[in-house]
């Protein structure tokens, strides 16, 4: 009942707040008809992260975790013509799903898929000393985002944002005898980040049409 309303509030909310979009609304449809999970982040988180990349007038943008791209374009949006969004993607169907997706929606001049695990891709762009980025979004698989942290930081300069999402999982984060692999790198990823005295971070619990969930966000200094 009460997820009802969080859904029936997140419509709502984005009826209020965003105009409809027919390459964002694309994507999620040819994500659904390739057989994709619908475990993009919801609309007015889409913007939300947009929003903050604009905010930090984000030039390079790294995201993990590409899925069919629904957070991707959001993100591009938010870079101007001559910026760079760099997404990582391990499974190649989610990447070719994804190009489509991006091409469709007129991007595919600003952001590359690049396809293989994503730890194997930073440790690569580490080697070759490509520039830091702006804004850095986590969302590949949660069990490596302290590996993720640790890499991605190597790729940041002071005053780069790294968000990440689902932190909070219903709550089940705050189990610290949790077996789940999900559980234990998320919390390790906090740990990481109350260690670290060159980043400063909070974290915000959402409700509505994805959940219980959340995101950390983190600026390093
Ligand atoms: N950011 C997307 C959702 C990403 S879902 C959106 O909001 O629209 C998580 C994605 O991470 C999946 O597509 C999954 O295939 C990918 N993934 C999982 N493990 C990975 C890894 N080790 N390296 C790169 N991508 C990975
Ligand atoms: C899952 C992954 C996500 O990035 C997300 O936002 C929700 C669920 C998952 O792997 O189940
Ligand atoms: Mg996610």
């Not at 109350?194 to 950390?216: C, E, L, M, N, Y």
Request: overall charge negative.
């Amino acid at each position: 009942m009460i997820e009802q309303q969080w859904i029936a509030m997140d419509e709502y909310l984005c009826e209020q707040t965003q105009t409809p979009d027919e390459s964002l609304e694309a994507a999620l449809k040819s994500s659904a008809e390739a057989g994709l999970p619908a475990i993009n982040v919801a609309p007015n988180q889409g913007k939300l992260l947009q929003m903050l990349a604009r905010l930090r007038g984000a030039r390079r943008i790294l995201e993990l975790g590409t899925l069919g791209g629904y957070s991707t374009i959001w993100l591009a949006r938010a870079l101007p013509a001559d910026g760079t969004l760099l997404t990582l993607e391990a499974d190649q169907h989610h990447a070719d799903v994804a190009r489509k997706n991006i091409e469709r929606a007129g991007l595919s001049g600003v952001v590359s898929v690049i396809v293989g695990d994503a730890a194997d891709t930073l440790e690569d762009f580490a080697r070759d000393g490509i520039p830091p980025f702006d804004f850095i979004f986590l969302d590949a698989d949660k069990q490596s985002y302290p590996e993720y942290l640790r890499l991605v930081l190597r790729l940041s300069r002071p005053g780069t944002v790294i968000v990440a999402d689902n932190v909070i999982r219903g709550g089940r984060v705050t189990d610290a005898g949790s077996a789940d692999p999900d559980v234990i790198g998320v919390r390790q990823f906090f740990d990481m980040l109350a260690r670290d005295a060159h980043v400063s971070s909070t974290a915000i619990q959402t409700v509505g049409s994805k959940g219980w969930d959340g995101f950390s966000i983190s600026i390093v200094s």
